[in-house]
């Protein structure tokens, strides 16, 4: 390995080797034990050539064929060996973004004879990202060199390091199993511990964003049902399948967008928004002029009313587009993540979606405190007599009240189909949730709704990562029960004159 | 004695017209009935549907060919909708009401213990096509899938041999259920006595349907990074692993780093996810689409054209997976084991499976085991391709026996290889 990647390391920077490939190099790639394609793998590698790189590209691309046309197949071995060499070929490319990708590549799979060649990669390294990184790799790289002054310059600069790997590494570094001078043990167990508290914090920071992410997911199932159930007073079961058509409203217009416009096909998700904003709310129009309208003050009734509209519903989407889920894409601004540090990475379609919920929670407190008809709608909601007696239409309130909260619905439905499944019955796995957050934040307040999306969130990812999943849907279950005990009327409760106290 | 005959037929006919059983009772008589028991809606619709459409399509080839012993097959399709204890319903409503001769049905193991007691009481068979956990023989079961020594155990002997990347620290991660919980026990046994210590080995489930799996690749992400090669063995069921391969791929997690191999996820289950982040993640069956030979090609076109004359949604680009081969081998040994007994007799026909034989599409003559129930049959490990397929980097060298009561659990030893009161 060591004598590999000098002598590559010799050729890439005399870039003057011409030779042809080597055909039975070229033909033993396509062997067929794992060892003889490693061995070709290095051999093309060696070569340093422009067409080697490309051959190997292809190799890793799986584009590459052999004598018969059959395509060439390789496995995660060879894969990682191929993607090592490819990585040390790109480290001159003159792309930064190569490059970097390229030491990242080298960091999960290093090996003591690169040192030589990341200290010169690391010395020529302008890109002051790129050079840290190298670095730490080349530190990696030397952690277990012959000179004890190396080791411990090695050991010292891994201070810097986030990746759990790196960890592992220093904290076998530091054991007098491993490690005979006492300097060296010491400065890696000290570079042992920063890494630690990084790696401690990054998994806090980490846990954090998922009770985040969990919780603007609540927030969003839930805010509809906050308009409808905690301002409005309707227990409506079939709020889940209002989530339902918006992801299906979602569905739609991907597939409007793959047939008309396929150019701006990773736009269709906002187009998406209005589209299933207004589909969900007529839905709920035709709920409350048919049937919720004449059951206003019958909690029960509704109950059983609205679970039976919900059942209808679901038929009605299986009987459209069938019992099966249906494919809703991430557009390609939403896939991958972002880095933040080595150990953790947030998805982008995650990071979109808080803000997204960031963005419903700021129209509905908009809507309800600074417009005409969010005033009209507290009013009937506070004592609805009296704002009949001063000229408000209740009647017509009470609809365009429910249609804005199935229209919310409508929009979490959007962000739902980011993430999981899109089929007829998604909106049952949703609706038990919603409730809790409902009733746990106080019914008939939005800040309420909030904080308890947010704290339901951050508990269960919490809970989760030392309980596990079911162990956590248990627990949450079991807390909420007891709190509202304890504590009826939620964690915020309404203050004033109510015609029903 | 014709005239008799007749009236007597009428009688009947009539009779049977009145109390609502069969409208057509001229044709009945002439058609076997072949119950089909798939969910087709729910968290399992994902993988089932298509098995119905393959167990319908089989059906229609073996009526063109003739039927079976001069009838035509004449399909009952229930949707027991993803819900365990209606699955039990509709079994006993196949059995008791339509009257069918055999059921092709079932894919989670709780749904096949809960029809398991109704096909004992009323003595029915019933073809199981996926890969299990084992520890059951049923008298009234042919099990046509995988046991664990036909997949799991290859698999994490192959993720611990060289090629797969020697792996020493091991993610055991399923949905809650009898399924994965029994597969995990036989694995960490397996594990152990392949000397990985308690503390390389992790264990983590989910409830059906979760979509949120943030957390579980965090804790994955951290047990990989403490020093040691890690594997992640997947028993996911049902529409659960498009969020979790989704999740996967957007964390950066690769196959290079940590390979994961799952048990339950085949070609169907990959037609929902992009899968250029997934390369490499690894898949162990019996049988996968890219597997290249005659019988493979004439199933593979037989499925597609099926798919289009039957308009199945974006039937251009369905695929087919090992339950699929497994419920086609199943309907066509059971039409073989019929002809040979010449009754549809339940007792007469499981009498007749032993032993019996087809030229399956993984390239293999794969046979009913005289005793077992189960069939012999030869493993294959694939690594997921960009174009949500499988290449094949390992496999055995001819058919295995199947060993449904797996070696590694304690007192399996002393359990017969057959099912009892045979």
């Known amino acids: 390995m060591r004598h590999f990647f000098f002598a590559l390391l010799m050729l890439c920077l005399s870039l003057a080797a011409h030779a042809a490939l080597d055909p039975a190099a070229v033909r033993q790639l396509a062997a067929e034990e794992s060892d003889d394609k490693i061995a070709a793998i290095q051999k093309l590698a060696l070569t340093a050539e422009p067409d080697a790189l490309a051959l190997l590209q292809q190799l890793a691309d799986g584009t590459l064929k052999d004598e018969n046309g059959e395509d060439i197949t390789i ?10 060499a490819l ?126 992410s969990l919780g603007s997911i609540l927030l969003l199932a839930a805010l509809g049902l906050a308009i409808t159930y905690g301002v409005m007073g309707v227990i409506n079961m079939a709020h889940g399948e209002l989530l339902m058509i918006g992801a299906y409203a979602t569905y739609g217009m991907q597939g409007l967008f793959r047939a008309h416009f396929p150019a701006h096909e990773d736009w269709y998700l906002l187009a998406a928004v209005p589209v299933a904003f207004f589909a969900a709310a007529a839905v709920g129009i035709l709920l409350e002029r048919t049937v919720i309208r004449w059951l206003y003050g019958r909690a029960l009734e509704t109950l059983l009313a609205t679970w039976g509209l919900s059942l209808m519903l679901i038929q009605a989407a299986r009987v459209i587009f069938g019992a099966q889920n249906v494919e809703v894409a991430n557009p390609e601004w939403m896939s991958g993540g972002l880095e933040i540090l ?26 309800m405190n600074r417009t005409r008809l969010g005033m009209f709608v507290r009013a009937v909601t506070q004592n609805r007599g009296m704002a009949g007696c001063v000229g408000v239409p209740t009647g017509r309130i009470d609809t365009v009240a429910f249609a804005l909260g199935a229209g919310i619905a409508g929009l979490g439905g959007v962000a739902l189909s980011q993430i ?56 949450v279950l079991v807390f ?19 015609v029903e106290s | 004695m014709q005239r008799r005959n007749f009236i007597k037929a009428t009688a009947v006919s009539i009779a049977l017209a009145a109390a609502g059983f069969a409208t057509q009772p001229a044709i009945a008589a002439d058609t076997i009935k072949v119950g089909i028991l798939h969910s087709l809606s729910g968290t399992m619709a994902i993988s089932e549907t298509a098995l119905k459409e393959t167990a319908l399509m089989t059906i229609a080839e073996i009526n063109a060919k003739g039927g079976v012993m001069g009838k035509q097959l004449e399909a009952v399709v229930v949707d027991p909708a993803s819900n365990w204890p209606l699955f039990a319903e509709k079994a006993r409503q196949l059995l008791t009401q339509d009257k069918v001769a055999v059921v092709f049905g079932c894919w989670t193991s709780v749904s096949r213990k809960s029809v398991n007691p109704v096909f004992k009481e009323l003595n029915g068979l019933l073809f199981y096509p996926v890969q299990y956990e084992g520890e059951e023989l049923e008298k009234n ?118 390979p994961v191999v799952a048990f339950s996820v085949g070609e169907e289950e990959l037609r929902g996810v992009d899968t250029k982040p997934l390369v490499g ?32 949604p974006k039937a251009d680009t369905v695929v087919t997976n090992d339950p699929m081969e497994a419920t086609y ?25 032993a032993g019996q034989t087809f030229k399956a599409p993984s390239g293999f003559t794969i046979k009913m085991d005289e005793k077992n129930h189960h069939l012999h049959r030869a493993v294959f490990i694939g690594e997921v391709k960009a174009d949500g397929q499988f290449n094949v980097v390992w496999k055995t060298k001819g058919p295995v026996k199947a060993q449904p009561w797996s070696p590694f659990i304690a007192g399996n030893d002393k359990k017969k290889d057959e099912p009892e009161g045979k």
């Open chain 1, 75 to 84: 496995n995660n071995r060879v894969r990682r060996e191929l993607d090592g």
């Open chain 1, 87 to 212: 990585a040390v070929l790109k480290l001159i490319d003159p792309d930064t973004k190569v490059r970097y990708k390229a030491v990242k590549e080298i960091a999960t799979n290093v090996d003591a004879g690169m040192a030589p060649m990341l200290a010169r990669a690391r010395d020529r390294e302008t890109e002051p990202k790129i050079r840290a990184l190298l670095i730490e790799v080349h530190a990696l790289a030397t952690l277990k060199d012959a000179d004890p002054q190396i080791r411990l310059a090695a050991a010292k600069a891994l201070a810097t390091s986030a990746d759990p790997n790196t960890k592992a590494l220093l904290k076998a570094q530091s054991e007098p199993a491993n490690e005979t001078e006492v300097d060296v043990r010491r400065a890696a167990f000290q570079s042992y511990l920063a890494v630690k508290d990084r790696l401690t914090l990054a998994e806090t920071l980490g846990r954090i964003f998922s009770g985040l």
């Open chain 1, 342 to 367: 080595p150990s953790i990475v947030l998805p982008l379609n995650r990071i979109v979606i808080v803000g997204f919920a960031l963005f419903v929670l700021v129209l509905v407190w908009v809507l």
């Open chain 1, 420 to 475: 999981a499944n899109v089929g007829p019955d998604m909106g049952q796995g949703y609706i038990v949730d919603s409730f809790m957050v409902v009733v746990l934040g106080g019914v008939g307040q939005l800040a309420g709704a909030v904080w308890a999306a947010l704290g339901l969130g951050i508990v269960t990812k919490f809970i989760e990562s030392w309980a596990g999943a079911v162990i956590a849907k248990i627990v």
């Open chain 1, 480 to 498: 909420i029960i007891m709190f509202i005990q304890k504590r009826p009327q939620g964690l915020f409760a309404l203050k004033g004159r109510f």
């Open chain 2, 141 to 258: 079961v042919f099990y046509t899938g995988a046991a664990p020594n036909q997949q799991a155990i290859p698999a994490v002997e192959y993720l611990m041999s060289k090629d797969g990347g020697s792996a020493k620290r091991w993610v055991l991660l399923g949905t809650d259920y009898v399924y994965p919980r029994t597969t995990n026990k036989i694995l960490r046994a397996f594990l152990k006595s392949k000397g990985v210590a308690e503390a390389d080995i992790m264990e983590e489930y989910t409830p059906f349907g979760h979509s949120d799996y943030q957390t579980i690749i965090a804790k994955i992400k951290k047990f990989a990074g403490e020093g040691k090669k890690t594997a992640v063995v997947s028993t996911i069921n049902g529409d659960s692993n498009v969020p979790f391969y989704k999740e996967l791929g957007n964390a950066g997690l690769k196959a290079t780093d940590v």
């Open chain 2, 281 to 312: 993640h690894l898949a162990a069956w019996n049988y996968f689409q890219s597997i290249k030979n005659p019988e493979n090609d004439a199933f593979i076109k037989m499925y597609k054209d099926w798919a289009k004359k039957q308009k199945l």
């Open chain 2, 329 to 353: 081998i199943g309907l066509h040994m059971w039409k073989q084991a019929v002809e040979k007994a010449k009754t549809t007799d339940v007792d007469k026909v499981i009498a007749a499976m």
